[in-house]
């Protein structure tokens, strides 16, 4: 079933450190086909956080040198503020790109990993504020491909329980997901709850049912791996997942364009 993986970190990442060759290498080892590299983008007073051109060279030069054990593909993960769109469009401009991956990792500037963005604010207002802002990002800017970890805000809310019920956030996620749906893009399956002890995916499986309910049908998988040996981890738990709620593909991007792969077997057709 490892397949493909399409949200990777390595060393490019300020908060991942093995090199892009270990993980190119453990991807080989458990048999990964499609790897798409998605180093953060994030912005910061000085300038981004990814040196965009020696990225792109690296990937390009272990794409050649690999490419008859696997396909090595060039992502991003855009960390959006709405305040730099300009800066974030012309730089996604400036490279060649399969695949983009947009995340709110802040909310107003606020970083979610710190309690900032929590103060003053109940589970229901913290939640539905972080929601919105999806929303408000979906709309205005449309360089991305796919969504990513669309519950992201449980990681860091410090309540008794972090956990979102599909039913108390209705109204805000149907609009979140219709938004995306309506947009042409489409949303990740991200692992990576289950090494954050959450019990759950990102997001999890009522908002991922619900998604489906609505008419989605882009869907990526991503370990959302800082570390080489965290390459496809849990994925077996998320093709039952996908298997489970109807779900008959998972997609890959190339040069920003969407192939569907039935669940663990091959590409069957391309947008």
């Known amino acids: 079933m490892n397949r493909l993986d399409n949200h990777v970190h390595t060393h490019f990442s300020s908060d991942a450190k093995d090199h892009m060759e270990k993980v190119i290498k453990r991807a080989i080892n458990i048999g990964v086909k499609h790897l798409t590299f998605t180093d953060h983008m994030e912005y910061r007073e000085d300038g981004f956080s990814l040196d965009l051109n020696e990225y792109i060279m690296q990937i390009h030069n272990y794409k050649e040198l690999y490419k008859k054990e696997i396909?090595?593909?060039?992502?991003?993960?855009?960390?959006?503020?709405?305040?730099?769109?300009?800066?974030?469009?012309?730089?996604?401009?400036?490279?060649?790109?399969?695949?983009?991956?947009?995340?709110?990792?802040?909310?107003?500037?606020?970083?979610?990993?710190?309690?900032?963005?929590?103060?003053?604010?109940?589970?229901?207002?913290?939640?539905?504020?972080?929601?919105?802002s999806i929303i408000k990002t979906t709309k205005e800017f449309k360089k991305f491909d796919v969504y990513g970890h669309l519950d992201y805000v449980i990681r860091y809310g410090n309540y008794e329980d972090n956990k979102i019920i599909y039913d108390d956030y209705k109204d805000v996620l149907d609009t979140l997901l219709k938004t995306i749906i309506y947009s042409g893009k489409g949303i990740e399956l991200n692992t990576s709850g289950y090494r954050y002890n959450l019990n759950s995916m990102h997001p999890n499986v009522e908002i991922?049912?619900?998604?489906k309910e609505l008419g989605g049908e882009v869907i990526t998988l991503g370990s959302d791996s800082h570390r080489a040996s965290d390459v496809c981890r849990d994925f077996d738990k998320s093709y039952e997942i996908l298997d489970s709620l109807g779900f008959k593909y998972v997609c890959l991007f190339r040069e920003r364009k969407t192939e569907f792969l039935t669940l663990g077997r091959e590409i069957i057709y391309s947008l």
Do not use: M, W
């Open 71 to 132: 396909e090595i593909l060039a992502g991003i993960e855009v960390g959006y503020q709405s305040y730099i769109k300009d800066k974030i469009e012309e730089s996604l401009n400036s490279i060649p790109l399969d695949f983009v991956l947009c995340s709110t990792h802040r909310v107003d500037k606020q970083r979610l990993i710190q309690s900032d963005f929590f103060k003053g604010l109940n589970k229901k207002e913290a939640y539905t504020k972080y929601f919105e």
């Open 208 to 211: 991922l049912q619900r998604y």
